[in-house]
């Protein structure tokens, strides 16, 4: 699913441009277009004649994203890199190696800095940049505006889409009518991968956000999006007012270079009582924004909202393309 | 919806027989049969020839279920208790009334001692006996059973079940492959609500308990089934062994009088990671118990788990015909 | 539901700009941001501002869309004829009247020729012009491109998606994991009205097309799409490439003309053994083709195929729009 | 799913007792409770400590129930056979061999007489029976019950359930609000094997039924229930009544020998307008009837109508158990 939507993703982008497609064995040397189409949107002409090659450095160009399974990510990619590309990666592998950004582009641009010490590090001529599982990224980006009100103790419960889980992915048995309390290695990434990516660069390194944080992670019967119902406490307790701020000045380089798939806002604040829903919101900016609402007192932790986001794009696809846009715009493929 | 539920609990009960319905204008006057039956099983004979007559005291017996709209509930329930009838009633209009017990027969049973006051302060012949809305009933279950380690904070997120929203309800096209992050009055009631449950008798009204509880409600598209995800801070922390013990040796009056609809265990814990599921596990135990899973230490309030029952079932009429079953078997009913 | 359709459809339109809004009592005086808004798009900035008037004519401009009720249509868009507007409509109420085309653009323009004997035998200055009932507009189009084949008799059975219901439409206790049998009146409009459609203009009245259709119709859990199973009996039987090349290279008016809206074919024939389906269909084409897949051979009829076609687009708002575009561009609207 | 569903059905049963498991390498040597339970009633405790053998005989008993896939299935079948085995097999791999009964007790048992046949001439001491594919199992029904009204003619459109697929089965990203409308290899056998069940014996072999069949097969999403649109051209017309006796008064010998597993009447008509419906209807009378509905004329083929049946019950497991019932009774097993 993810390898698909960023064809899509990329289809007519205007900087990037596909030349060449790798996989796994099964897919080597077939035509695209002879593969099976997931998408709603057709398959985009620009990559229908390309045949799939083995993925394996040589014939690629030096930008190549990556949507491998994490079972076969780690060693590809790290060919790629050492090879001296630039693999922008969607898959876990090295989302938690010190040496690598774990980016997301409003967020933490400065953690690309890492880079470097990550050549030096690794004797990579190349690099890997990653962006953050699906469901962290609209935690991490929800939190990123909070950050300057200092934010001490985060509870999440997350209602994920089933195209999280890939293709096939989730039985339509287990699915249907249903809800599955339990993601496996879900609530882990949550927990940590946000905390690195609110963290901040310290002599070469990045060091976690001291922040809490509980996830609880479901399944629902959902096609694309995720909901997450947050908690947090924060350090002083704030105005609601200064929440509501925090959310809708919220913006960064990607709003600054006015790169090509960044929403105008990252983050929309949704007044009505029932919103956001993934059926309506969803696909809004381009599933590039990030949707929050009913922002109200928590007599727990301080303060509670709903957040959204399009978790095979913004929570995959489109993060890592939007990573590999501010590194074109900051020279770094050059 | 929850009308029928209770005509599919009391039929072929061994202690209450259906004699007499009441209901709306308009269905005043027809057979039952000739009313539209929702429920997957057959309606039963016994109800099929009854008229349905005007909900007024009169010709009803003592014993009368109420599943009324809260529009309605609150005054044709009084007039019920003013002529002497024994209300047992799912509907939300009393719940929080001083004088009336908002029961669950494992938890504060001792709180139908609240009845002679009723009668006294209200002037009543007859009585009130409530049951809690449906989401709070599994909550309040769990935290009963953990009652002695001192639950001091409670958060809460609810996947709710369409059923829960009576007929026709939530819009299918509201619901299908949606999440609805927002359910009118249900938050506050499951804060209130579980605190009411949980306190203490004293001087002759109850005493909240002191635990600060924060819900967030969804809805999701599930047929029958609350899922509820739930974290907890105690006191002093106690063992994850404590914990299981707490909720594995749960029980209560319904138990030990053995009483007719009452589930042998009223919690069942369940091991697999992935449990429990609405559509694998609502329906055992006839719906009358609440199954929990994974729990495990959550980094911000101690401890955290899951919790699932049935909504129309031990959430609504089951829970009523319980607290009737509690009210015979004690002599109320005599 | 379709009402909003039509505002989506008509936002930016090329040639027709919203000017007016008029509705039922309940929405009178109210502007129109403030109603609510339920398609996945947002609601175009051009509506927002305009005050909800009363469904009458006077303030009005020529021409007018109608997504009324049939419990109401009949008498306002009556009034609206009299009073020198081209109606546009999408309800069912004049769809067999004899002098009212019920128009397809592509398949039977020459229909909008009974428009000038409608309003002398009506005595209106302006006319009613109407589309289709939603799960009959696909088959016809089907059947029309197949027309010169001389189909006999067709036997359809449709799945229809709950938006085809309306708003709230079908309670999702109906519909989760369910499918209902039946659609009341859905079968008699499909083998009403594709007759009349297919019919042929004789002496100034419409004469059905003597086929003889037999329909079957229920509701899945869909949000958009119907799919239509249909089997084909030809007066002489045609080989499968006959039916091919009839599906692919059918085209009319529309596309003559290059209307706004109008697919570039109307029939997209696709290959693929499991296609189409509403999910990864219905929304191409911006909703406007029709999408047929496995044709065969029939052993009872002689031959069979599925078609899918997007309801509330092509089967409602988007036909419509399409036929006040025909009508412009035949200078009906000067 | 079919296997479980095996268990769930001869859990308790009067006759037999499951002594004995067989399956795969995977599952070999394990605990039966140590396996996945995907049903929502409990494991039955009287298999959980079963050890799980490889699928061969030797220690298995005499009268052995096969769930195994296709392809599998042909090779160990055989052996069991051979080996002296009744084998009550679910699977297709015999079920169109001209030895081998396709037998539905209320329909065909007049084919049981195969078996000395089979025995003679493939050399087995034991034997194979087998029944229809979950589809075709609710059309021969409904069918069978018209048989003395001569139908010359059928079509039938299925709307399945997702648990037809097995487990996994078809994906959820497949199935979430969506429609598949093809199902391979499901039409064939439908049209094949539904005229061999309404087959006459004659010289020993079954000589299929002059019927035509068309069908057309679509996977929906529902858990169970395969609902069919089914319309059907008579020799000679008959009236409605005609239909509806034949369907109310259809029976055969496992009503006449009470089997244990038999429903009190394998056809219940229901007279509301909108059922059968899986969600309300497809449980009733333990999954063992089919129900039928909607009957009225079909201006194609003469009359059409709708049925209903539970596709792992009676059109899978509980079909077998009946079908070993009815050869107990009739002395074939001892």
Same mark, same amino acid.
């Given at each position: 699913?993810?390898?698909?939507?960023?064809?899509?993703?990329?289809?007519?982008?205007?900087?990037?441009?596909?030349?060449?497609?790798?996989?796994?064995?099964?897919?080597?040397? /077939?035509?695209?277009?002879?593969?099976?189409?997931?998408?709603?949107?057709?398959?985009?002409?620009?990559?229908?004649?390309?045949?799939?090659?083995?993925?394996?450095?040589?014939?690629?160009?030096?930008?190549?994203?990556?949507?491998?399974?994490?079972?076969?990510?780690?060693?590809?990619?790290?060919?790629?890199a050492e090879?001296g590309?630039i693999?922008?990666?969607?898959?876990?592998?090295?989302?938690?190696?010190?040496f690598v950004?774990?980016?997301?582009?409003?967020?933490?641009?400065? /953690?690309?800095s890492l880079v470097p010490a990550q050549q030096q590090a690794k004797g990579w001529s190349g690099a890997i940049v990653?962006?953050?599982?699906?469901?962290?990224?609209?935690?991490?980006?929800?939190?990123?505006?909070? !950050?300057?009100?200092?934010?001490?103790?985060?509870?999440?419960?997350?209602?994920?889409?089933?195209?999280?889980?890939?293709?096939?992915?989730?039985?339509?048995?287990?699915?249907?009518?249903?809800?599955?309390?339990?993601?496996?290695?879900?609530?882990?990434?949550?927990?940590?991968?946000?905390?690195?990516?609110?963290?901040?660069?310290?002599?070469?390194?990045?060091?976690? /956000?001291?922040?809490?944080?509980?996830?609880?992670?479901?399944?629902?019967? #959902?096609?694309?999006?995720?909901?997450?119902?947050?908690?947090?406490?924060?350090?002083?307790?704030?105005? !609601?007012?200064?929440? *509501?701020?925090?959310?809708?000045?919220?913006?960064?380089?990607?709003?600054?270079?006015?790169?090509?798939?960044?929403?105008?806002?990252?983050?929309?604040?949704?007044?009505?009582?029932?919103?956001?829903?993934?059926?309506?919101?969803?696909?809004?900016?381009?599933?590039?924004?990030?949707? #929050?609402?009913?922002? !109200?007192?928590?007599?727990?932790?301080?303060?509670?909202?709903?957040?959204?986001?399009?978790?095979?794009?913004?929570?995959?696809?489109?993060?890592?393309?939007?990573?590999?846009?501010?590194?074109?715009?900051?020279?770094m *493929?050059?």
């Open positions: 699913m993810v390898g698909q939507q960023f064809i899509a993703q990329l289809a007519g982008h205007p900087w990037f441009r596909i030349t060449w497609l790798g996989a796994s064995q099964r897919s080597e040397g /077939h035509k695209y277009r002879d593969l099976t189409w997931r998408l709603p949107t057709p398959m985009p002409e620009e990559v229908a004649d390309l045949t799939v090659e083995q993925a394996a450095p040589g014939r690629a160009p030096r930008l190549v994203f990556s949507a491998l399974d994490a079972n076969v990510a780690g060693e590809i990619e790290q060919a790629f090879a590309h693999v922008v990666s969607n898959a876990r592998n090295f989302r938690m190696d010190p950004p774990l980016l997301i582009p409003e967020v933490n641009p400065d /953690h690309l990653t962006n953050p599982n699906c469901s962290t990224v609209f935690l991490a980006m929800a939190l990123a505006a909070l !950050r300057q009100l200092n934010p001490t103790a985060v509870s999440v419960t997350t209602l994920q889409a089933a195209s999280g889980a890939g293709y096939p992915g989730v039985a339509s048995l287990d699915l249907l009518g249903n809800v599955i309390p339990y993601i496996s290695g879900e609530e882990e990434k949550i927990e940590s991968e946000t905390k690195k990516i609110l963290g901040s660069l310290q002599n070469g390194h990045v060091e976690p /956000h001291p922040v809490i944080i509980s996830a609880h992670t479901t399944r629902v019967a #959902v096609v694309n999006g995720h909901t997450e119902m947050i908690g947090v406490r924060f350090e002083n307790m704030p105005s !609601r007012e200064d929440l *509501l701020n925090a959310f809708t000045s919220f913006w960064g380089r990607p709003q600054q270079h006015h790169l090509p798939t960044a929403p105008a806002k990252p983050i929309i604040y949704m007044d009505e009582a029932n919103r956001p829903q993934p059926r309506l919101d969803v696909e809004r900016e381009r599933g590039m924004a990030v949707f #929050v609402g009913r922002l !109200r007192p928590c007599p727990v932790l301080g303060y509670k909202f709903v957040a959204l986001g399009h978790n095979t794009i913004r929570g995959a696809a489109g993060a890592a393309v939007l990573n590999a846009e501010l590194m074109s715009a900051e020279g *493929l050059d």
